[in-house]
Structure formats: structure tokens, C-alpha cells
């Protein structure tokens, strides 16, 4: 596409960065003199080698791109053909064959800062250039770090007072406008241009339930605020964090929180860090060096080379540390320097806008009055309202058009209730709610298509039956199980991510408000002989009038749990289920014998007869209240069951192996006979009585009260009474 030279505004200061300036595609590229770079600017040979140093950067990435040029070999063809020709009219023009050396490998744009600035008008005639788009930042870090407070300082609202229990729940994307970003930046750096449009921020949970949110926030981002605590150091989350940055080769910076903790601390309000720390007491500054030193070896020991960042010698291989306070928005002007500084000078070949659309899913949501809608992320490409868009469902692709484009007012979250701006048209680095038909089971995480030739609609699903695999093998649900109900499908996967860690089976999962249809689907647990399951789990959804009446239903029997934290909900679901295990547990207490082999001491014979009371030496096993004796040297002669239990004179429901107890055995009418000393001796051993049921009632309901050894026992026992 041939696009028209825009002249640079600030060409009496070849020195400074010059602000981006949008091509039209109206007119053609003039050959010969210097042209403009990808940015807009003329290029200088000042900028070359900042240009050459962060292509060195990418040589990796350049060769898993060379990988993949044998799966394009037809597209990689029919774009080296044009450049060539476009390469070989401008070599005869200008005489430059480095340029025609640059057009003709068009996958190779490495090339394009070293090759001077002939080569930038080439490159510039083969593509349009449409300038830089906002970067996507996600800010990352363990609970309680301070991530949403951060975020709310830096937009000067208050998002963390709306999250339940001040936990993020969900991913929330906020827009931050060149206006909000110049007011910050000058308290930093007067001098520093800012050349982008603004930043778009992911705000993502902390807590370890919500790994999948975390991962699909940091696939999306340009860049990663990782947030540490400078109270705790590194800790769990924010080790993990680390690991995902890592293996996305993402960049990054570390916003070193809570400064105001420090020990007189003297804060203010939004200013520069190094102005406030100057100001600060002798001892102050000094706890302040102790606790980054300390957090400095901590990354270190995980192979990261970090500095202040004022103090960072080389910002692409050193990772830069911005000491932050949530709560007085102490260096919040740092931090958005530093961020706007890396994607301008190390990343600017990233953000080159592209008309190919990336677009990916972050939330699907009902919300009233709008129905269910999905928030995602555009990164490049543009949206219209009427399109026809293809995403990922449970069910398959879901094709549905578009009714609205949602976004809310500049420095408020998408996930916060509120107006929103309605618009016809969005493009890049935005996140948008999509209001559309048929999105009941779109799933987040996935890819966002859009298809306006019908012929091509086909293809466009095939395309997504690999996302649509991938997700739906994520629910593994089992015939028998509880149901689950969230208002959100990323709630949802932390909530069944969980259930599976703790081995609780899921029957169905759903999205939305519970109804009645859904209380009768939990019920089908009773009518399978599992009532502990006919449970629905609430995660912050309300439950209809109908289902909680259908619910209370003697014949239906649902438990309806409902909380607005996660954390909350499985400690309620957890109470239950250990209530329930308890109650079972009495139920068939007559019917679990646990393994014992029992000495008698003949000194402590006290009774001989009915009932008999001995004290005995606990050679094997488990001694219980209720078990079952017998001398197997008798012919597996029963003389009763064990009633009582004393250690040193005080009653105990138990005793162990190697513990010596007095036990009380009563036998029953046919058994009132027996007598110690007539019918079996002292010296023959006491074994527990057990049988099949009682050893798959062990396994079912008193697993967690059978050790190792005791199995072993009853392995034993087995051969000792013929059990199968």
C-alpha cells in the first residue's frame, strides 16, 4: 500500500524523539533524501544504535520466525515478489542496494534500523505505517501486595473498595489517555516526549485459586508491572508471576510497594520518588536500603539483575525497580515514566500498529439490562459495530454480530458497573465490552474472529475447533458431583481448578443467575444415591426466588451455597462436606472394625467373665470402643465387644500399638457364657473380629484414620479369617 510523507514536526531538533505522526493513504512515497522511519520521524544516526542494540535483543525471536516462514511459504512468496519489484524501482532511482537488500526479505526486519534511512522508505512503501499503539501493561504480584490500590491511585479512583473483600476477582482493564500520562510525566522528566496514545492496564488476582486469570493477563501484555511487597520480599504469587514473565519473554519492572511502611516515613502526595526520599530522616533512608538490598539478593538467587531505576546502566538487560506507595501515590509518576520510557526506547518495533486483528477474550459476563456480554482486549486491528465475529464456545464457535461496542469513561475499569461510551468503530489496545447475541457459552481465554465474507465463515471455525478443544478438555466432569454456578467463566475455571485439587468431583457447571431448572439438574445426585452432592455452589451470582423454594423441597433436598469471595465459598462447602463425612461416619460407626491384635498382661486380669476386663499390651493395630474380639487359636472363638476403654484410670475412645490400655469386653447372649481361663488363656492373643463390609466401610468413610501399617494389618487378617 503506497502511504504519503508526513513532514516532522520538530525538524529543527534532530536530537529529540519526535512525536508519531499518522500517515493518510492518499498519496505515494517520494524516492531520494531521507525518508521517515516506522515512527514518523526522520531517522539520525543517533537513534541507529539504540535501534541496533534492541534488534540484538530479538536475534531469538527472529529465528523461531524464520521457523515458521515453512508454514507461510505462500504468503512469505507472494509478499517477497512485491517487495522485489517495488526494490528494483527504487534501486535504479536512488542507487541503493542496501535498501532492495531489506524490501526483498520482508521477514527479516531486523535489518531495518542498520540498513540507514533509505531503507525506511522502502520499508515504508511496502506497508503503511500507522504509528504506535498503546501499550499493554499487566500488573502483576502476590494477594495483599497492593496491585488494585496501586492502580487506583495511579487513576485516583477507588475500584479496590468495590472488590469483595478488597480481592480481585476477575480481570479488569483500564485505559490511562495521553493527557492523564503527560501530567505524570513532567514530575519526572520535563524533557521525556510521549509518543504514544496511552496505556492500557490489566489488573490481575493474586491469590493462587486464580493461576488461569493471572496466566491470561500476562499472555496479552507488552510489558509487566510486577508489584512486591517491600514489608515481605518475594513470596509465593510473585514467584510464580516471575516464572510466567520468564517464560513469555515479557519485560518487565518491579514496583517496590508500601515505601510509606517505612519507619517514619514522611509521605506525600503524588510526587516523584527520589524528590521524596531526599526529604526523608537519615534512619529512614537506611531501612529503606536494607529492605531493597534484600529484595536486590532475593532476585538475584532467581538470576535477575535489578536496580533502582534512576541507577539501571542498561534498561533492556537490567530489570528496573520503582519504589511505590499505594496509599500516597509516592512514585505512581515514576512508575509511569519508567513504563512509557521502555515502550518507546526498547520497544517500539512491538508496538508498530498492524491491520491483521488480535483480539482476545478476557471475561464472559451477564449483566442486566445488557444480557451476556464479553470483555476483551483488542490489541491491533479494528472492531466495528454490525460485524460478524466468531469466538470460541462451549458448544463450538458461536457466530453472532455485533449490537455494541462498550467502553468505560477513560481511567475506570470495564469490570466496574458504571456508563459507558457507546461507539461504531475501535481500534487497538482497548478494552471493550462486546454486546452480541448468543454468548451464553463463549469461553474466555480465546481468540476473537471476525468474519464478514460468509464464504470464508467455515474456514474462520475450523480455526477456533483447536481453541474450542483446548478449553472445553479444562472441565473435567464426572457423573457424580456438585454443581457449579459462577458469574463469570474465568471465576469459573479457578473455582473447578480448585475443586479438582481437593479431589471433589463437579457434575455440571453453569454461568449466571441459579434458577429452578438448576436446582432440579443438583438434585439428580439424590436419585443416584449421592446426597452429599446434590449442592450448588454460588460463586457472586444471585439464586432466583423459584430455586431456592424448589431447593428447600423435602423430595429435592438441594444445599445452596452462595458467597461473593471464592475463599469463602470453600470454606462453607469444606464445613458441609466434613459435617456430612461425620455424620456417615456415625451412621456406620457399628459397621467399622478397625485391625487390632491385642496382648493380655496376666497380671491385670480384673474380671474373667461376662463382662471381661483385662489389661492388654496393643501388640498391632488400632484399639477402638466398639470393636469386635476373637481367639483365633480357638477356632476364631468370638467372646464379645469392646465397651470401655482406660488409660491410667480416665476413659479413651482409642489406644495405639504400643500403648497398654484396660479394655472392657461384653459379650452378647449367645457369648455369656465364655469364660477367660476355661474357654481361651491369657496367653493366646486377641484379634479384631473384621469382615468384607467392615473393611470397605474402613476404605469409604475412615481413610484418614488408617495408617500404612494398619492396612498391612488388614492384609493380614484377611488370610487369617478367609476374607476375599
Not at 299 to 328: D, H, M, R
Not at 456 to 468: C, G, H, K
Not at 606 to 628: A, M, R, S
Request: glycine residues 6%; charged residues 30%.
Amino acid at each position: 500500500m503506497q502511504v504519503e510523507d508526513v513532514e516532522d514536526e520538530e525538524t529543527a531538533a534532530p536530537d529529540s524523539v519526535k512525536r508519531t505522526r499518522r500517515r493518510s493513504c492518499s498519496g505515494s512515497v517520494k524516492s531520494g533524501g531521507r525518508s521517515p522511519g516506522r515512527d514518523g520521524t526522520v531517522d539520525e544516526p543517533a537513534d541507529e544504535s539504540s535501534e541496533d542494540d534492541w534488534d540484538a535483543d530479538l536475534d531469538s525471536e527472529d529465528e523461531e520466525e524464520k521457523k515458521r516462514k515453512a508454514e507461510e511459504e505462500e504468503k512469505a512468496k507472494r509478499e517477497a515478489e512485491e517487495a522485489a519489484a517495488k526494490a528494483a524501482k527504487k534501486a535504479a532511482s536512488s542507487g541503493a542496494a542496501a535498501a532492495s537488500k531489506s524490501s526483498a526479505d520482508d521477514s527479516d526486519q531486523d535489518s531495518d534500523a542498520s540498513s540507514g534511512s533509505d531503507s525506511d522508505s522502502d520499508s515504508s512503501s511496502e506497508e503503511e505505517d500507522l504509528g504506535l499503539r498503546s501499550p499493554i501493561v499487566c500488573i502483576m504480584g502476590h494477594v495483599d501486595t497492593g496491585k488494585t490500590k496501586l492502580l487506583d491511585k495511579i487513576r485516583r479512583t477507588n475500584v479496590q473498595d468495590g472488590e469483595a473483600g478488597g480481592i480481585t476477582q476477575q480481570i479488569g482493564a483500564t485505559f490511562f489517555p495521553e493527557q492523564s500520562l503527560n501530567e505524570q510525566l513532567v514530575k519526572v522528566d520535563k524533557d521525556q516526549e510521549l509518543e504514544l496514545p496511552g496505556l492500557l492496564i490489566i489488573d490481575t488476582p493474586g491469590h493462587e485459586s486464580f493461576n488461569n486469570l493471572r496466566k491470561r493477563g500476562s499472555s496479552l501484555a507488552d510489558l509487566a508491572i510486577l508489584v512486591v511487597d517491600i514489608m515481605h520480599g518475594l513470596e509465593p504469587q510473585t514467584l510464580e508471576s516471575l516464572e510466567m514473565l520468564k517464560q513469555r519473554r515479557c519485560n518487565f519492572v518491579i514496583a517496590l510497594n508500601k515505601v510509606d511502611r517505612l519507619f517514619e516515613w514522611d509521605s506525600k502526595e503524588y510526587v516523584a520518588f527520589k524528590s521524596s526520599f531526599e526529604k526523608q530522616p537519615e534512619n529512614t533512608k537506611s531501612e529503606f536500603r536494607d529492605r531493597f538490598q534484600h529484595v536486590q539478593t532475593q532476585l538475584a538467587e532467581k538470576g535477575l539483575n535489578t536496580y533502582l531505576y534512576w541507577e539501571n546502566p542498561n534498561i533492556k538487560q537490567n530489570v528496573s525497580v520503582i519504589p511505590t506507595s499505594a496509599i500516597t501515590g509516592e512514585g505512581v509518576p515514576d512508575l509511569l515514566y519508567m513504563i512509557i520510557k521502555m515502550s518507546q526506547d526498547a520497544m517500539r518495533r512491538k508496538l508498530e500498529i498492524k491491520r491483521e486483528l488480535e483480539c482476545t477474550i478476557l471475561e464472559v459476563k451477564t449483566l442486566e439490562g445488557l444480557g451476556t456480554t464479553i470483555d476483551v482486549v483488542l490489541v491491533n486491528g479494528e472492531l466495528n459495530k454490525g460485524d460478524t465475529i466468531v469466538v470460541p464456545g462451549l458448544n463450538g464457535p458461536i457466530v453472532t454480530q455485533v449490537r455494541a461496542l462498550l467502553t468505560p469513561q477513560p481511567l475506570r475499569e470495564m469490570r466496574v458497573k458504571g456508563e459507558y461510551i457507546n461507539h461504531k468503530k475501535i481500534d487497538t489496545s482497548m478494552g471493550i465490552k462486546i454486546c452480541a447475541t448468543g454468548l451464553e457459552s463463549a469461553l474466555a481465554g480465546g481468540s476473537l474472529r471476525v468474519c464478514n465474507d460468509p464464504e470464508e465463515l467455515d474456514d474462520v471455525r475450523e480455526q477456533l475447533e483447536d481453541e474450542f478443544d483446548e478449553a472445553v478438555n479444562a472441565f473435567e466432569k464426572s457423573d457424580v458431583g456438585v454443581y457449579v454456578q459462577a458469574s463469570t467463566l474465568g471465576s469459573l475455571e479457578a473455582l473447578l481448578a480448585f475443586l479438582k485439587s481437593v479431589d471433589i468431583p463437579v457434575f455440571q457447571a453453569n454461568i449466571g443467575v441459579v434458577h429452578k431448572k438448576d436446582v432440579k439438574k443438583a438434585a439428580i445426585m439424590r436419585d443416584k444415591g449421592k446426597p452429599e452432592y446434590a449442592v450448588i455452589l454460588a460463586f457472586d451470582v444471585k439464586v432466583d426466588e423459584d430455586a431456592r423454594k424448589e431447593a428447600a423441597r423435602s423430595t429435592t433436598g438441594v444445599t445452596i451455597f452462595t458467597a461473593d469471595i471464592i475463599y469463602h465459598l470453600f470454606d462453607q462447602f469444606t464445613k458441609y462436606i466434613d459435617g456430612v463425612k461425620e455424620m456417615k461416619k456415625k451412621e456406620v460407626s457399628d459397621e467399622a472394625v478397625f485391625p487390632c491384635v491385642l496382648k493380655i498382661v496376666p497380671q491385670y486380669v480384673f474380671n474373667k467373665k461376662n463382662p471381661i476386663v483385662v489389661g492388654v499390651d496393643v501388640v498391632e493395630g488400632l484399639v477402638k470402643v466398639g470393636t469386635p474380639l476373637c481367639v483365633p487359636d480357638q477356632g476364631n472363638l468370638e467372646i464379645g465387644r469392646i465397651v470401655g476403654v482406660e488409660r491410667d484410670n480416665k476413659s479413651v475412645d482409642s489406644a495405639k500399638k504400643g500403648e497398654s490400655v484396660c479394655v472392657k469386653i461384653q459379650p452378647n447372649q449367645l457369648q455369656s457364657h465364655i469364660v477367660l481361663g476355661r474357654h481361651f488363656s491369657v496367653t493366646q492373643a486377641l484379634y479384631s473380629k473384621i469382615t468384607r463390609q467392615s473393611i470397605d466401610t474402613l476404605k469409604a468413610h475412615y481413610k484418614d484414620e488408617m495408617s500404612q501399617d494398619n492396612w498391612k494389618l488388614v492384609v493380614t487378617l484377611k488370610k487369617v479369617f478367609g476374607i476375599q
